[in-house]
């Protein structure tokens, strides 16, 4: 069992390493949503999905630059009193990505297949990248997750 002092440096340590890695991960995750609109946008059409990847670049966004600003050691403490501001944009980002598998009810089987499995895929990276800290993991996966739950109850 921690004190007070060794818990809260090892939530430090925890946040180093998810930020550590955060920018390079939301470029890249970023990137791949523009391989996903490209292959969807004739089964949804150019505004929806122009819409959902600009959400995207948006959620996104926020995590890059908290990223960059962790490396600045005025703007790292700040973060880690405020490990919350991290929690935010998991969370966005997560509803955002979810949001893909909402809009999959309505697409044929194939692309509706090919999406899903695009997010799991999504889901999986990011529990590999987020598992030091399972509260990371659960607040960017479960809004995703939920999403592509619901549209496999609630649309078929």
């Not at 955002?96 to 089987?109: E, N, Q, Y």
Request: with cysteine; net charge positive; hydrophobic share 60%.
């Amino acid at each position: 069992v921690l004190d007070d002092e060794g818990a809260s440096r090892f939530r430090t340590k925890q946040l180093d390493r998810i930020l550590a890695h955060s920018a390079v991960a939301a470029v890249l995750a970023t990137a791949f949503a523009g391989l996903i609109a490209v292959f969807l946008e004739p089964v949804f059409g150019a505004v929806l999905v122009q819409a959902w990847f600009a959400a995207k670049l948006l959620s996104a966004a926020p995590r890059f630059a908290l990223a960059l600003a962790y490396k600045n050691p005025r703007a790292r403490a700040t973060i880690q009193r405020r490990a919350s501001l991290l929690y935010w944009t998991l969370a966005l980002d997560g509803i955002i990505w979810g949001l893909a598998g909402l809009a999959s009810a309505r697409a044929p089987a194939d692309a509706a297949s090919m999406l899903i499995a695009c997010l799991a895929v999504v889901a999986t990276v990011a529990t590999l990248g987020l598992q030091v800290r399972l509260l990371a993991t659960a607040i960017f996966v479960t809004p995703l997750a939920t999403f592509i739950l619901n549209r496999q109850l609630v649309f078929r």
